[in-house]
């Protein structure tokens, strides 16, 4: 949980230094993602409890006693009426305690979740920068080569990642440079040797490794990430290629681009700085719903890679039938998503000059 | 026009009298259904200081030939043939590069629509100093602000509204904003594409004085292209007439207003309203423009002019002399041998 501080401060310090119309705004819009997180939860609780399976047949198989079942049962709070888990369960995400876990140690979920959150984050922030880089960049320049062999094949390209499952590339591409080509490393985050040697601080493994000055675990690192990174990055980048560019071909007939070239402005300073700008406004709308796409992406990533975060965990934890850490991830998500959408809204004001609040 | 008409004309480019020359200019747009000529064989000259009215219908060509002007027709647009004299340049045979320096240095444009023609992200005095170090790189930052603020003052807007957004003007003022940008480095001419047409009345008439403030002030020379006859009425000097791409009279303001031979600007000025004379219907001029895909044979306008001849339909009359600087494409003030024969 420690990782949401730097976005929730950047946020409080857009909140302090920002008009009285913008605190009321980020307000109203916190005020917003309550009822929207709380009936989130509560689908998810009750869908739980519905599915068939429970968490002592899927840890300790058909042959557990009934005397062991039933003390189980007990200690987790299972033996409860439903409300009064369910009333449970909302006070701990109030409090932002979120529990035990059902299984192993039964350690706190915060704990276990601070773990995987910062191998969470080490994927999906590359990946929407690879993403957002992608589909910038190409889409702007399908945008200028319109209807030019470039532009057909990067229109291609969009529509064939888009449709692309995340699991199928992520295996293709694991087949073809890993096992194939062997220039990869198969799965995980880091190679066994420079995790003994990384100490950790952030869980953050490229943070860990540059504050203790280990350049080989940060080679590890950076070596583990280029494939889960690109898997999760390009598949997004279908999405943000095709707005960028039917965004940057409107702007580039628009009236002032025009009378920029009539100004003698350069070519290269209208497409980027008068048509490539303007057409940000609508992509930075739609990273903020991609933000959701992003972390289920992450979900099949992780999974496909080995990856030790949040994604993995939730898929373990539904094998598990481990209620408490299912519902607390998908908690810790909606809020994470909430977060980055609010975010992403008060980037607009600062994109566009039009935009007040 | 003969090799020898057009000879003679671009020596009278040499006196420095004209100060831009268009000479035989086309410029087609390609569509599925064929190439339409949007501007059919224009020539004109710019005098050095005047303000030359460019009038028509909607479609008549007006707007590509302003474009033209500045070489900034785009796909599927293109110049077919032509010559463009500016200051003693071909600018049809200069490099894009060049051409793009003598864009907004020494010609400048204003746009139609003043509420879309400024980058809604950019503040005022971004757009200006950017476009005064595009062309003088040696320019700081903090002169061209200088410039700038001189400018802004000069066009009757208070200085420190510099640093606002576009948004945050009326049409009145963008469109001086868009006047400023084209004068931020003296411009020789500044073509005025249907510059009032998104202002009402009372600004349009604001903006009209301060143009003609600015031509005595800074040495301007002004197109005005406009179907606001109007417009052409109150500022220009001469007035030039264009029907289905092609040139239909040329002249004083007084010539082709109060002596107008083309049967088409007969009947526009037919067709504008008057206060004066009530009671009478409005005058309508039969028919449509033409579909330039299929542009009628001999003179375009003769299916909906009413003093047709047999000839008309046949042969294209020439944009000839009626009277010393008084032209027109008319077979009525032209000499013609037969009626009809090839």
Not at chain 2, 3 to 25: E, F, H, K, M, P
Not at chain 2, 26 to 47: F, N, P, Q
Not at chain 2, 199 to 222: G, H, M, N
Request: glycine share 8%; net charge negative.
């Amino acid at each position: 949980m420690v990782f949401g501080v730097p976005a929730a401060l950047a946020l409080l310090w857009v909140f302090i230094r920002g008009s009285e119309a913008l605190r009321r705004y980020i307000l109203t819009r916190i005020a917003l993602t309550l009822p929207m997180v709380l009936i989130l939860v509560s689908v998810v609780f009750f869908v739980l409890r519905v599915m068939p399976g429970d968490v002592v047949s899927s840890t300790l198989g058909p042959k557990a006693s009934e005397e062991v079942r039933e003390n189980i049962i007990e200690s987790l709070g299972l033996d409860d009426p439903l409300i009064v888990q369910y009333f449970k369960f909302l006070g701990d995400v109030v409090t932002l305690d979120l529990g035990d876990s059902f299984i192993g140690a039964r350690r706190p979920i915060v704990d276990e979740l601070g773990e995987r959150l910062p191998a969470t984050l080490e994927l999906i922030i590359p990946a929407a920068i690879v993403a957002l880089g992608t589909g910038l960049l190409f889409g702007t320049f399908a945008a200028v080569r319109r209807k030019r062999t470039a532009d057909y094949g990067l229109r291609l390209y969009s529509v064939i990642v888009y449709s692309m499952p995340i699991f199928w590339l992520g295996l293709l591409l694991r087949l073809v440079f890993s096992v194939w080509l062997g220039w990869t490393p198969i799965a995980g985050r880091i190679d066994v040797v420079a995790n003994t040697t990384l100490e950790r601080t952030t869980n953050l493994l490229t943070v860990d490794s540059i504050i203790s000055g280990n350049w080989s675990a940060l080679l590890s690192v950076l070596h583990h990430m280029i494939l889960p990174t690109l898997t999760l990055g390009l598949v997004l980048s279908g999405v943000f290629i095709r707005l960028t560019r039917i965004n940057v071909i409107e702007t580039l007939q628009e009236d002032y681009v025009i009378s920029a070239r009539a100004r003698g402005i350069r070519e290269r300073v209208v497409t980027y700085s008068y048509a490539l700008k303007n057409a940000m406004i609508p992509v930075v709308t739609v990273i903020g719903l991609q933000v959701a796409i992003l972390l289920a992406g992450a979900v099949l990533t992780e999974t496909v890679f080995n990856w030790p975060g949040m994604g993995r965990y939730l898929i373990q934890r539904i094998s598990a039938r481990d209620f408490q850490a299912v519902q607390s991830t998908v908690a810790v998500f909606a809020m994470f998503v909430a977060l980055i959408s609010l975010a992403v809204d008060v980037i607009y004001s600062v994109l566009d000059p039009r935009v007040k609040y | 026009m003969t090799q020898d008409a057009i000879a003679a004309d671009r020596s009278s480019v040499a006196t420095g009298d004209v100060l831009y020359s268009i000479r035989d200019l086309s410029v087609e747009y390609g569509t599925r259904a064929g190439e339409v000529a949007a501007v059919d064989r224009v020539s004109l000259d710019i005098r050095k200081g005047e303000i030359l009215g460019l009038v028509g219908e909607s479609g008549c060509g007006k707007s590509t030939l302003g474009k033209a002007m500045m070489r900034m027709i785009s796909p599927p647009g293109r110049i077919t043939q032509g010559e463009l004299w500016f200051a003693g340049e071909d600018l049809m045979t200069v490099s894009e590069a060049q051409m793009r320096e003598i864009r907004g240095a020494r010609l400048g444009m204003v746009f139609q629509d003043p509420m879309t023609s400024l980058n809604p992200l950019s503040k005022i005095v971004d757009h200006l100093t950017e476009t005064i170090t595009t062309h003088e790189p040696s320019v700081s930052e903090a002169a061209a602000r200088d410039r700038a603020e001189q400018l802004i003052g000069r066009l009757g807007l208070r200085v420190e509204r510099i640093d606002d957004y576009p948004h945050q003007f009326s049409g009145g003022m963008r469109q001086r904003i868009m006047i400023a940008l084209a004068l931020a480095l003296r411009a020789d001419l500044v073509i005025a594409d249907e510059p009032t047409t998104a202002l009402d009345v009372i600004v349009e008439a604001q903006f009209l004085d301060l143009l003609r403030e600015l031509r005595a002030e800074f040495d301007l020379t002004i197109i005005m292209i406009t179907h606001n006859i109007g417009v052409v009425a109150e500022v220009a000097d001469r007035v030039a007439v264009m029907y289905a791409g092609r040139m239909a009279e040329l002249g004083s303001v007084d010539e082709v207003f109060l002596d107008t031979k083309h049967p088409y600007g007969q009947g526009l000025l037919r067709a504008v309203p008057n206060i004066e004379l009530d009671g009478s219907d409005l005058y309508q001029m039969e028919g449509a423009p033409p579909n330039l895909l299929h542009t009628p044979s001999g003179c375009p306008f003769h299916p909906r002019c009413p003093h047709v001849m047999p000839i008309c339909s046949e042969r294209e009359p020439a944009f000839a002399e009626v009277t010393p600087g008084h032209r027109a494409s008319c077979w009525l003030f032209q000499e013609h041998d037969g009626e009809g024969e090839r």
